[in-house]
């Protein structure tokens, strides 16, 4: 099975030519070749395609070795080069390695040729594949460090025992520092920790160290340039050699302080919102998508429940049965996005005594806006029930008795005009009660009386007797 090779041959001779691709052949390749003698030529076949080899020829009449590599370079080819010549000086040849060729065969002893191209042919192999692993590795160095720059993550590399440790440029920016402020020495960090969490730190490694884990991770403060103390998440990779003793300690940090601002705001806003809940005399509570309690506040004691019982249980459970279609009325409504506001149930206590509730309650959505639930609040009107039912009876019987007295009976406002008048006041001013209603006092009242009694309207009004 013969070997495709693209060679282009640098030589003046034709039959030289012949010879040097007769000998290509019988080693077992088939050659697609180009002869050129001149430096225009070489420059435009060095343009048209790449190829696999070059062969040269020293001197030739327009042209020769040390200027063809010349040239040859300024294309950068990386096809080997093989000065194929007669007999020259040691000198020469040593010139044309030099200039970037690989060997040199001469033509009374072409039977060398082959070997040559198959050594060089494998060095340019193994040279491509170590140019592709170094850019590869360069491109994924790359790839490293802009990752690490857009996480600003901190790097750190320490060899134990040692004082000496490697912090990355952004290991020192998370702390105000420039890359040149701060040393690669172990004490850079230890001074910098906060004393609160030394010996805290120094446990979790020990313990790391002793108990054979792969993994420390901690959090801790390190003092920022400007003073301030900064939150750091550290997570390391330890390495141990052979007798399993560590040896190196790769790490990454990370300021959380932001994270731990918020974390401490949300814990104090949990707080509050915990207090006022539990300390709130209206129950507040919320359901799932299909009615099951999910929270319920301390109030719900006044029914004569401990709160954790209710949880999980459904919301109807805890209404009269003449309440349930109206109350999934209220439900589905809720589950379509309304606000339901001012819905009076009926709900019974733990003895079975019904108490009236006026609640309020909103859905609750998802990061998508999809309803999940509800939450609200209620409100006992048991009690502001029964006293308004009171208060209209005691009302209607006030009423009654003064429509049937026979005195004359009006009541007024601030202004001294009437809002209200029972019959007898009718009959004795000859007005109808529409008549009577808003009209001032002092229209039924005789001229020269007017002033008295607007004396006295005033001291009633600042409360006088």
Same mark, same amino acid.
């Given at each position: 099975?013969?070997?495709?090779?693209?060679?282009?041959?640098?030589?003046?001779?034709?039959?030289?030519?012949?010879?040097?691709?007769?000998?290509?052949?019988?080693?077992?390749?088939?050659?697609?070749?180009?002869?050129?003698?001149?430096?225009?030529?070489?420059?435009?076949?060095?343009?048209?395609?790449?190829?696999?080899?070059?062969?040269?020829?020293?001197?030739?009449?327009?042209?020769?070795?040390?200027?063809?590599?010349?040239?040859?370079?300024?294309?950068?080819?990386?096809?080997?080069?093989?000065?194929?010549?007669?007999?020259?000086?040691?000198?020469?040849?040593?010139?044309?390695?030099?200039?970037?060729?690989?060997?040199?065969?001469?033509?009374?002893?072409?039977?060398?040729?082959?070997?040559?191209?198959?050594?060089?042919?494998?060095?340019?192999?193994?040279?491509?594949?170590?140019?592709?692993?170094?850019?590869?590795?360069?491109?994924?160095?790359?790839?490293?460090?802009?990752?690490?720059?857009?996480?600003?993550?901190?790097?750190?590399?320490?060899?134990?025992?040692?004082?000496?440790?490697?912090?990355?440029?952004?290991?020192?920016?998370?702390?105000?520092?420039?890359?040149?402020?701060?040393?690669?020495?172990? /004490?850079?960090?230890?001074?910098?920790?906060?004393?609160?969490?030394?010996?805290?730190?120094?446990?979790?490694?020990?313990?790391?160290?002793?108990?054979?884990?792969?993994?420390?991770?901690?959090?801790?403060?390190?003092?920022?340039?400007?003073?301030?103390?900064?939150?750091?998440?550290?997570?390391?990779?330890?390495?141990?050699?052979?007798?399993?003793?560590?040896?190196?300690?790769?790490?990454?940090?990370?300021?959380?302080?932001? %994270?731990?601002?918020?974390?401490?705001?949300?814990?104090?806003?949990?707080?509050?919102?915990?207090?006022?809940?539990?300390?709130?005399?209206?129950?507040?509570?919320?359901?799932?998508?299909?009615?099951?309690?999910?929270?319920?506040?301390?109030?719900?004691?006044?029914?004569?429940?401990?709160?954790?019982?209710?949880?999980?249980?459904?919301?109807?459970?805890?209404?009269?049965?003449?309440?349930?279609?109206?109350?999934?009325?209220?439900?589905?409504?809720?589950?379509?996005?309304?606000?339901?506001?001012?819905?009076?149930?009926?709900?019974?206590?733990?003895?079975?005594?019904?108490?009236?509730?006026?609640?309020?309650?909103?859905?609750?959505?998802?990061?998508?806006?999809?309803?999940?639930?509800?939450?609200?609040?209620?409100?006992?009107?048991?009690?502001?029930?029964?006293?308004?039912?009171?208060?209209?009876?005691?009302?209607?019987?006030?009423?009654?008795?003064?429509?049937?007295?026979?005195?004359?009976?009006?009541?007024?406002?601030?202004?001294?005009?009437?809002?209200?008048?029972?019959?007898?006041?009718?009959?004795?001013?000859?007005?109808?009660?529409?008549? %009577?209603?808003?009209?001032?006092?002092?229209?039924?009242?005789?001229? /020269?009386?007017?002033?008295?009694?607007?004396?006295?309207?005033?001291?009633? %009004?600042?409360? /006088?007797?």
């Amino acid at each position: 099975m013969v070997t495709p090779l693209r060679i282009l041959l640098v030589e003046d001779a034709e039959d030289d030519g012949e010879l040097i691709l007769r000998e290509v052949r019988r080693g077992g390749y088939d050659p697609v070749w180009k002869r050129v003698e001149t430096e225009p030529e070489l420059r435009a076949a060095l343009t048209e395609a790449p190829w696999d080899l070059i062969t040269c020829d020293w001197v030739m009449p327009r042209f020769n070795a040390p200027a063809a590599l010349s040239v040859i370079r300024d294309h950068s080819v990386d096809a080997p080069i093989v000065i194929v010549s007669g007999e020259v000086g040691e000198e020469f040849a040593v010139k044309a390695l030099k200039g970037g060729a690989c060997d040199f065969v001469s033509k009374r002893r072409l039977a060398r040729l082959v070997s040559v191209i198959e050594r060089e042919l494998r060095d340019a192999s193994a040279r491509r594949a170590l140019l592709r692993a170094e850019e590869a590795l360069r491109a994924s160095q790359q790839r490293l460090q802009l990752a690490v720059e857009a996480s600003n993550t901190g790097l750190w590399d320490w060899f134990p025992y040692s004082t000496t440790i490697y912090f990355s440029r952004q290991w020192k920016a998370q702390l105000g520092y420039e890359e040149h402020e701060v040393a690669n020495d172990i /004490e850079e960090w230890w001074s910098r920790l906060h004393p609160e969490d030394h010996a805290r730190v120094l446990a979790t490694a020990t313990a790391c160290l002793e108990n054979q884990t792969g993994i420390w991770e901690t959090e801790y403060r390190l003092r920022h340039k400007d003073g301030t103390y900064r939150w750091i998440a550290s997570r390391a990779t330890l390495l141990r050699d052979d007798t399993g003793e560590v040896c190196r300690i790769l790490g990454a940090h990370f300021d959380v302080t932001k %994270l731990k601002q918020t974390q401490e705001a949300l814990r104090a806003s949990e707080q509050r919102y915990r207090s006022i809940v539990e300390t709130s005399h209206d129950l507040i509570w919320s359901v799932d998508a299909v009615g099951r309690i999910t929270f319920v506040s301390a109030a719900v004691r006044r029914l004569g429940q401990q709160p954790e019982k209710f949880v999980g249980l459904p919301f109807s459970d805890f209404r009269s049965p003449e309440e349930a279609t109206r109350q999934r009325r209220a439900f589905e409504r809720l589950m379509a996005g309304e606000t339901v506001l001012d819905y009076e149930v009926e709900v019974v206590t733990k003895d079975g005594t019904p108490a009236l509730y006026s609640f309020n309650a909103t859905p609750l959505l998802d990061n998508f806006g999809n309803v999940i639930g509800a939450t609200g609040t209620a409100v006992d009107m048991t009690e502001r029930k029964r006293v308004e039912t009171e208060l209209r009876a005691s009302k209607a019987r006030l009423e009654k008795y003064i429509d049937r007295v026979s005195d004359m009976i009006v009541t007024v406002d601030g202004s001294g005009r009437i809002t209200s008048a029972n019959p007898i006041a009718c009959q004795l001013t000859g007005y109808a009660s529409e008549e %009577l209603l808003g009209a001032p006092i002092w229209k039924f009242v005789a001229p /020269e009386m007017r002033a008295d009694i607007e004396s006295q309207f005033r001291r009633i %009004l600042e409360g /006088e007797r």
